[in-house]
Structures are given as structure tokens and as C-alpha cells.
């Protein structure tokens, strides 16, 4: 799967949750509480995600 179709497909289920509004308020509200900064936003995520894909080797955090 390239970068775009992970990223159409992200989009896809983001409308089909109908809770993702609420989830988002209740991160922004912690995000506030906490005084915490988003460092990346969604496009830099799944450019990791996608980077990490494409690793010769399985990441660390792969679970066998």
C-alpha cells in the first residue's frame, strides 16, 4: 500500500466514525489540561507509518 492509499483509506474510516469527533475533543481537552504539544500531525504519521513499512528489517516493536 503506498502513502495515498493509506491516506485515503485513513480518511475512509475516520467518516465512518461517528465517535471520532468526540474522540478528538477529549484528546484536545487533555491536550490543553496537560499543557502537552502535538509535535506531528496526521500526514507526518503516516508518512512514518509508511516509512517503517518499507524497512529491509522488521522494527523493533514488531510483534511475531
Known sequence: MNL??????YKQRIKAN?????????????IKERNLIPL??????????HSITQLNFPPAYFAV
Open 4 to 9: 495515498q492509499e493509506s491516506y485515503d483509506l
Open 18 to 30: 461517528r465517535n471520532y469527533i468526540d474522540f478528538r475533543l477529549k484528546i484536545n481537552r487533555i
Open 40 to 49: 506531528m500531525n496526521d500526514a507526518k504519521w503516516l508518512q512514518l507509518q
